[in-house]
């Protein structure tokens, strides 16, 4: 098993569907979020995390989003980690700011 996991920012962007690749329910999405801000999460949460900037997303490949490598934790799975990604960013926004 690999010790670390991928996350594209459409798993967490609330202007997709999930047939587009969301992977979060739409109450628990961030619009507009970047490959930055989720390492900056990460990292609030206590995960080592990485842009790998040259990296798309194979459902929208022309997108050039890049992608974020997570390393695991023990106990904590992709989903799980998705869900308190998804909190952390909604918490860390200014009301009316950015995507708001």
Same mark, same amino acid.
């Given at each position: 098993?690999?010790?670390?996991?991928?996350?594209?920012?459409?798993?967490?962007?609330?202007?997709?569907?999930?047939?587009?690749?969301?992977?979060?329910?739409?109450?628990?999405?961030?619009?507009?979020?970047?490959? *930055?801000?989720? =390492?900056?999460?990460?990292?609030?949460? @206590?995960? $080592?995390?990485?842009?790998?900037?040259? +990296?798309?997303?194979?459902?929208?490949?022309?997108?050039? *989003?890049?992608? =974020?490598?997570?390393?695991?934790?023990? @106990?904590? $799975?992709?989903?799980?980690?998705?869900? +308190?990604?998804?909190?952390?960013?909604?918490?860390?926004?200014?009301?009316?700011?950015?995507?708001?």
């Amino acid at each position: 098993m690999p010790d670390h996991f991928y996350v594209y920012p459409a798993y967490l962007a609330r202007g997709r569907s999930r047939a587009e690749g969301r992977r979060l329910g739409a109450a628990d999405s961030v619009p507009d979020v970047t490959a *930055a801000e989720i =390492v900056e999460a990460a990292h609030r949460l @206590g995960f $080592t995390a990485v842009v790998e900037a040259d +990296k798309d997303y194979p459902r929208d490949a022309a997108s050039f *989003a890049g992608r =974020v490598k997570v390393t695991k934790q023990a @106990g904590t $799975t992709k989903s799980q980690f998705l869900r +308190k990604l998804g909190a952390e960013l909604r918490a860390h926004r200014p009301a009316g700011g950015k995507g708001a």
